[in-house]
């Protein structure tokens, strides 16, 4: 079945791609056909959208090449595109490939606005109707079975993705306060905690792995793929982390959630799903970027809220 809808996502975050994967979602139930979604490889559009019943296939948006990415898309003769974006190039590749119906945002419009809200109102006013901002992440229910047997993971302990990775060390809240947290949760609670971190964060893993309290009770995600880590995520209750990937999977998975928001923006990242609870420094309402807030992160706060939300 040929497709008609191209969607075209600019942002190269993980995180900022699960949140917009909502609109996804929309556009293909407004024309009642899957999409092809045209999106960076940073992102891992390839491994989250695997099973997603509403994207036939991805296509890598190379960060150069304007004719190269052209010839990717001309000759599947899309007749409409919707572009996440401000950006005049995109806009033009679209016109190029042929594409008669282009969706995009004001040129230049997007500086400093929030890129979840702005994408929202986009959707809605195009599709001229209300979405269901709540993003989902869809998997193979046997590979969900599988990863429970291979990790033992059941109800009988408190399986816990713990996010101590960021994009940036001012993101991060200190590993040792990680550490301190696990501590004081694995002496509540029989629990089972899954390191969310890259090979990039090996130092913060070998730093929770040294730890003799703990080490035995904690798994890293640090040698595997995103697609191997998410049939793991989904067979886990909750998430406690920083503002990462790591956590906008968990979320989109319907993990409950608690994001720590170190130097990001909460109203962006921190509000996109019910399941989601926020800590920012204290002092604060919210999050900006900037911020720098890492060491005005109360850790009297974050253990109240984790057990809070794994009791």
């Known amino acids: 079945?040929?497709?008609?809808?191209?969607?075209?996502?600019?942002?190269?975050?993980?995180?900022?791609?699960?949140?917009?994967?909502?609109n996804i979602d929309a556009i293909s139930k407004s024309i009642n056909k899957k999409v092809v979604v045209l999106a960076q490889a940073n992102t891992r559009a390839s491994e989250i959208l695997k099973f997603d019943p509403h994207v036939q296939e991805v296509i890598?948006?190379?960060?150069?090449?304007?004719?190269?990415?052209?010839?990717?898309?001309?000759?599947r003769n899309f007749n409409q595109s919707y572009i996440y974006s401000d950006s005049l190039r995109l806009y033009l590749i679209s016109k190029f490939s042929g594409i008669k119906n282009n969706f995009q945002y004001r040129f230049f419009s997007k500086r400093k606005k929030n890129f979840f809200r702005t994408a929202k109102e986009f959707t809605e006013k195009t599709l001229n109707s209300?979405?269901?901002?709540?993003?989902?992440?869809?998997?193979?229910?046997?590979?969900?079975?599988?990863?429970?047997?291979?990790?033992?993971?059941?109800?009988?302990?408190k399986n816990i993705v713990c996010g101590i990775s960021a994009s940036g060390p001012t993101k991060r809240w200190d590993v040792k306060n990680y550490i301190k947290l696990f501590e004081n949760l694995n002496s509540k609670f029989a629990c089972k905690f899954f390191i969310a971190a890259g090979p990039k964060d090996e130092d913060l893993?070998?730093?929770?792995?040294s730890s003799s309290s703990i080490k035995d009770k904690c798994i890293?995600?640090?040698n595997m793929t995103i697609a191997e880590t998410i049939p793991i995520i989904s067979a886990c209750q909750n998430f406690i982390g920083n503002d990462t990937g790591w956590a906008q999977i968990s979320a989109a998975l319907n993990l409950k959630s608690l994001i720590i928001f170190c130097d990001s923006p909460s109203e962006a990242y921190g509000v996109w799903r019910n399941n989601i609870k926020i800590i920012v420094p204290e002092g604060l309402q919210i999050c900006q970027?900037?911020?720098?807030?890492?060491?005005?992160?109360?850790?009297?706060e974050v253990l109240k809220k984790s057990i809070e939300l794994i009791s």
């Open 130 to 157: 209300k979405i269901d901002h709540e993003s989902k992440i869809f998997w193979d229910k046997n590979e969900i079975e599988n990863v429970k047997k291979k990790f033992n993971i059941s109800n009988k302990t």
């Open 220 to 222: 890293s995600f640090s």
């Open 60 to 75: 890598d948006l190379d960060k150069k090449g304007f004719f190269k990415i052209i010839k990717k898309i001309k000759s």
């Open 289 to 300: 970027h900037n911020t720098r807030g890492k060491d005005k992160i109360s850790f009297d």
């Open 1 to 22: 079945m040929n497709q008609t809808a191209l969607v075209i996502i600019k942002s190269m975050g993980i995180g900022d791609l699960v949140i917009l994967k909502s």
């Open 205 to 209: 893993v070998m730093e929770i792995m």
